[in-house]
Each structure stands twice: as structure tokens, then as C-alpha cells.
């Protein structure tokens, strides 16, 4: 059996405001944006570029329970983990695009990590995973 882990749901004030953010302060592509009719919604799906694992489906709060989760979907701890080849060159285009980091860049043995907010404060862990590491992207051959 193969199953993987396609999209996450995260739900958001506003289609187009999570969309500028994410499209524009995180560098993301926005894959899809379709009109269901029937139920009254978009269907908005972002992902980094050149993206290989699950996407982001940026969901509409629709009525006062899910619009108390916003910005608080995993309780106040780090919810997302956003990998990169290159933590120094994206750590520094987010500052320049006035994304906010709650914690400075730290070298752990996994590799170098640093939290970021969303727009909305859901936590984030912006990573690149030293080689040879479970998770690095650049396994040993």
C-alpha cells in the first residue's frame, strides 16, 4: 500500500488576503482557485515552489467556530514545517518581505531552524535539515 498526505487544511479570514500572503510574503504559487457553486466557496490550494510534498488549502472560516480557530490551529504550538535547500537565502527574502520571526535562526543537530508567523499567527518552522538527516532533502548516496 502507498498513501501519502496531499493537502493540509488551514483555515483563514479571507481567500484573497491568505493568498496575497502567502503568494507574495512567502513566495508560494497558487495552484488552484476554483468557485464551488453549490457550496458557496473556493477551492484555493498554495505550495513553495517546486513543491514535493502536501499542499496548503486555504479554507474560508465559516461561522464562529472556525473562525475562533484561526490563527490558533495547533493550540499555540509550531503547526507547519516549511523545508528549504537554502535556510539563509529564504530566511532573508521572508525578512524582506516583513514576514515575523518569533524565534531567531538556531543550529540544532537536524539542521538550522527559525519560527515564523502567518498572517494570521499560526506557527511555523522554516528548516533546512542537515545532509544526511531523516528528513534532508539531499540524502547520502
Not at 5 to 21: K, R
Not at 22 to 33: A, I, Q, R, S, V
Not at 82 to 106: A, H
Request: hydrophobic residues 40%; glycine residues 8%.
Amino acid at each position: 500500500m502507498k498513501q501519502s498526505v496531499v493537502h493540509v487544511a488551514l483555515v483563514v479570514n479571507d481567500y484573497d488576503e491568505a493568498i496575497e500572503f502567502y503568494t507574495h510574503k512567502l513566495g508560494f504559487e497558487l495552484l488552484e482557485d476554483i468557485y464551488i457553486p453549490e457550496q458557496d466557496k473556493r477551492w484555493v490550494l498554495v505550495a513553495p515552489p517546486n513543491h514535493t510534498g502536501a499542499a496548503i488549502l486555504l479554507a474560508e472560516a465559516s461561522g464562529s467556530r472556525q473562525q475562533a480557530h484561526v490563527g490558533n490551529q495547533a493550540g499555540g504550538r509550531v503547526f507547519l514545517f516549511l523545508s528549504t535547500d537554502d535556510f539563509w537565502r529564504d530566511y532573508r527574502r521572508m525578512l524582506d518581505n516583513g514576514v515575523t520571526f518569533v524565534r531567531e535562526p538556531v543550529e540544532q543537530p537536524y539542521g538550522t531552524v527559525a519560527v515564523f508567523e502567518d498572517l494570521y499567527g499560526n506557527l511555523w518552522d522554516l528548516i533546512e535539515h542537515k545532509a544526511g538527516s531523516r528528513f534532508s532533502q539531499h540524502q547520502p548516496e
